[in-house]
């Protein structure tokens, strides 16, 4: 499985970004697609994964405030976030789930700042 991931960039408070994040290969083998993130000095963590059946969970920092979804047509995902704040800022990163592996695409940053 490999991964691509588009969308990142800088933007102020209370602004929005959708981040979009393309597989191809094994894709028929993926169980959960979904988003981490990397703050500076912090590890990374889960922000939103949709599984195969459509449902999804969501980090409590960005509940309400971002929304994933399927990229039908890239056989990947999105990640609508909405109501930025500068916490949000850090390197995003798709990631698939396939049985007990882990893909991860390329990083891509998402700064927000005024």
Avoid: H
Avoid at 2 to 14: H, M, N, R, T
Avoid at 38 to 61: C, F, H, M
Wanted: hydrophobic content about 35%; overall charge positive; charged content about 20%.
């Amino acid at each position: 499985v490999q991964l691509q991931a588009f969308g990142g960039g800088l933007v102020q408070p209370g602004g929005f970004l959708r981040l979009s994040c393309a597989a191809s290969g094994s894709i028929s083998s993926i169980n959960v697609m979904g988003w981490f993130r990397q703050a500076p000095g912090k590890q990374r963590e889960e922000v939103a994964e949709i599984a195969r059946d459509g449902s999804t969970n969501y980090a409590d920092s960005v509940k309400g405030r971002f929304t994933i979804s399927r990229d039908k047509a890239k056989n990947g995902v999105y990640l609508q976030m909405n109501s930025l704040k500068p916490e949000d800022t850090a390197v995003y990163y798709c990631n698939a789930k396939v049985s007990r592996l882990n893909y991860w695409g390329q990083g891509t940053l998402v700064t927000v700042s005024s």
